[in-house]
């Protein structure tokens, strides 16, 4: 199927396990972009990569790994899981400069650090 | 630093008009847009801004003043399907985009 997903949809953890959220589109973008949207804070972005092998951190780095060895795959890790990144997850893509200012969102992943 | 202030909150009723204003204070910038979710959704794209004016699609239309690092989106003719959070966000100079804390619309009948 085109377009972006996420796997898992929802996840349950405990406090210190390590998680990865796995994101994938179809469309060859670019751009991939990892957020987090907690209550209030609207979303925040937390890594995202320009092109494959090529990754930046955003406003809230800490705790998270990504890695991008493929265009269409960008999977975010939480190294060991804490409370605080109990959150919804948003991965998205958006095509490289001057060819679409669309950026495209996944379902979202919902992960409970317990 | 970098920071997006709009309303948390605006209510309005199903057939009127409304305003969700958004200021922006950025480290370099390509254009604005927005972006709509629903409750337990995704964000989508609604528009994009890169030089002064208005931009309309349909019922929705989106303004904005470089100069005053100022803009709005317009929403016409509510319906109850609208109620939604509305987000702006700055493209900037890394070109990914910084989102707003978001703006929840309430449509009432």
């Known amino acids: 199927d085109a377009g972006i997903t996420q796997s898992p949809r929802y996840k349950i953890t405990e406090t210190g396990r390590q998680v990865t959220l796995m994101c994938h589109q179809t469309w060859s973008h670019s751009y991939m972009f990892w957020y987090r949207q907690d209550l209030g804070h609207g979303l925040r972005l937390i890594y995202y990569s320009a092109a494959a092998d090529i990754t930046d951190k955003g406003e809230v780095p800490d705790g998270y790994v990504v890695s991008r060895s493929k265009t269409e795959n960008f999977p975010l890790t939480l190294e060991s899981a804490t409370r605080s990144q109990t959150s919804v997850y948003f991965c998205a893509s958006r095509p490289d400069r001057g060819q679409g200012e669309t950026q495209y969102f996944g379902p979202g992943t919902r992960l409970l650090v317990l | 630093g970098q920071s997006l202030e709009q309303p948390s909150e605006v209510t309005a009723v199903e057939g009127a008009i409304v305003q969700i204003n958004c200021t922006y204070q950025t480290s370099g910038f390509y254009g604005l847009s927005w972006y709509q979710q629903h409750d337990g959704g995704a964000p989508t794209f609604l528009s994009y801004?890169?030089?002064?004016g208005l931009e309309e699609t349909g019922r929705f239309s989106s303004f904005l003043s470089r100069s005053d690092s100022y803009g709005y989106l317009l929403l016409q003719e509510l319906q109850m399907k609208d109620s939604a959070s509305y987000f702006c966000?700055?493209?900037?100079?890394?070109?990914?985009?910084?989102f707003g804390s978001g703006t929840r619309l309430l449509v009432r009948p």
């Open positions: 801004n890169a030089l002064d």
């Open positions: 966000a700055v493209l900037d100079s890394s070109y990914k985009l910084i």
